[in-house]
């Protein structure tokens, strides 16, 4: 009964609220002081998941623990300032999760960037950094997880990739880049990984309404962060393999996204 009820909640996009759910499993979560990453800290810890929650911004993570104490009281909440791309940083981090928690259950590829800028446009630097966080910073995240996973015999990785990676979009190429080359990433590893009792979760989010996307002029189907992260949660909860969030409309849109023309496409503003 519970399942349908969750996979109801994520076709609609509905609250599929689950009590209870984490059981004291703990979660390894990049990119928490804002949007999508900050509401699935709030969900997972209403679910009972002990967290090690990171970003640049550390204030952010400050405010974001005190809001968490504030309905889990007794909640291990573990909040340290990490860039990914400083990657003996993070797997440092990720080491210094499993003393403090005690393991870590559940490791998620979050954090990242997107900037908006033509091939050849003069913003190669835009272009590095996007590769550097969306690829490296995630990578090596999913690295210091597997690694460990490995190690202790099981384990549960997520990567927040994105309905852009699918299809390259006009004026996102490295942010479309980055997220298809996570994608693939993550696809490999379950290959590797086929066999042993480590899940990979690839989760491509369409229009969530966060900074990164505040200013676009056009957000077709957004959805908002606490929505998105209710619906991230539920499919984590069922160790999905690949999915876009939510499925619907994106399930469908993202495979029509790969028919159109590119002369179409370049209208898309
Ligand atoms: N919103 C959408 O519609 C949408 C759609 C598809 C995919 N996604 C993906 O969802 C994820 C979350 O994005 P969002 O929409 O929630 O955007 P957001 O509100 O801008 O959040 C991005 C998060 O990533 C962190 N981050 C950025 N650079 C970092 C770095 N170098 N090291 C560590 N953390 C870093 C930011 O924290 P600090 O700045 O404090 O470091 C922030 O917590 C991203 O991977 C994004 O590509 C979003």
């Known amino acids: 009964m519970r399942t349908r009820a969750v996979r109801r909640a994520n076709r609609t996009g509905g ?17 928490a002081s804002s949007g999508i ?5 709030v969900e997972l810890a209403r679910r009972g998941y002990r967290l090690a929650i990171s ?20 909640l291990h ?3 340290r300032r990490l860039d990914v791309t400083d990657t003996g940083a993070l797997f440092a981090a990720f080491d210094e999760a499993v003393a403090e928690l005690g393991g870590i259950d559940i490791a998620i590829a979050n954090a990242g960037v997107a900037t908006r800028s033509e091939v050849g446009s003069g913003e190669f630097e835009h272009a590095k950094r996007t590769i550097e966080v969306n690829v490296i910073g995630a990578m ?11 190690e202790r ?5 997520v990567g927040i990739c994105s309905v852009a990676g699918m299809r390259g979009l006009p004026r996102s190429a490295p942010y479309s880049a980055s997220k298809a080359a996570l994608a693939t990433y993550l696809e490999a590893a379950r290959s590797e990984l086929v066999g042993t009792a480590i899940d990979v979760t690839v989760i491509h989010p369409g229009f969530i309404a966060t900074e990164m996307n ?46 159109i023309p590119s002369r179409l496409l370049a209208r898309v503003r």
């Not at 090596?140 to 490995?150: M, N, Q």
Request: overall charge positive; aromatic content about 6%; glycine content about 8%.
């Open 140 to 150: 090596a995240t999913v690295d210091a997880a597997v690694r460990y996973f490995r």
């Open 77 to 79: 909440v573990l909040a």
């Open 153 to 157: 015999g099981s384990g549960h990785v």
């Open 37 to 41: 990453g900050r509401a699935l800290a």
């Open 214 to 259: 505040a200013d676009l002029p056009r957000r077709p189907f957004v959805i908002d962060a606490e929505r998105g992260a209710r619906i991230i949660a539920n499919q984590i909860e069922r160790r999905v393999r690949v999915t876009t969030a939510p499925v619907i409309p994106w399930g469908i849109l993202s495979r029509l996204l790969k028919l």
């Open 15 to 31: 609250a599929g609220s689950v009590p209870a759910s984490g059981n004291g499993r703990a979660v390894f979560l990049t990119g």
């Open 55 to 74: 970003a640049r911004r550390e204030e952010r993570l400050i405010t974001l623990k005190e809001e968490i104490a504030s309905f889990a009281p007794d």
